[in-house]
């Protein structure tokens, strides 16, 4: 991955845009030493969104379960019924 400074940004901030579309790879921005900021071109930080989104409700899902908030088949295919018509 590829290490700007937060100098860079200001002074280039078109060229590293033009980079990150054109790469898609992100760019970690420092500043005084220390990471502060990553840029991403867009499409990629809507599919992390996407993804994260998913792996929030897997992670509710596992909660459910692990705390016995659970239903049969059949409960949940009536519970659903109402939706699916």
């Known amino acids: 991955m590829r290490t700007e400074l937060v100098t860079t940004l200001k002074r280039q901030a078109t060229e590293l845009l033009a980079d990150i ?12 030493g220390l990471p502060s900021a990553y ?7 809507e599919l992390q969104q996407q993804r ?6 897997i ?3 596992e909660m459910a379960v692990a ?4 239903v049969t088949h ?11 018509k």
Not at 22 to 32: A, E, G, V
Not at 52 to 57: D, N, R, S, T
Not at 67 to 70: D, M, N, P, T
């Open 39 to 45: 840029l991403v071109d867009v499409e990629t930080f």
């Open 52 to 57: 994260m989104a998913v792996l929030e409700g």
């Open 21 to 32: 579309e054109r790469d898609k790879q992100p760019i970690l921005i420092t500043q005084h």
């Open 59 to 61: 992670a509710r899902g």
């Open 74 to 84: 059949a409960e949940a295919k009536s519970r659903m019924g109402r939706w699916l």
């Open 67 to 70: 705390e016995g908030r659970v």
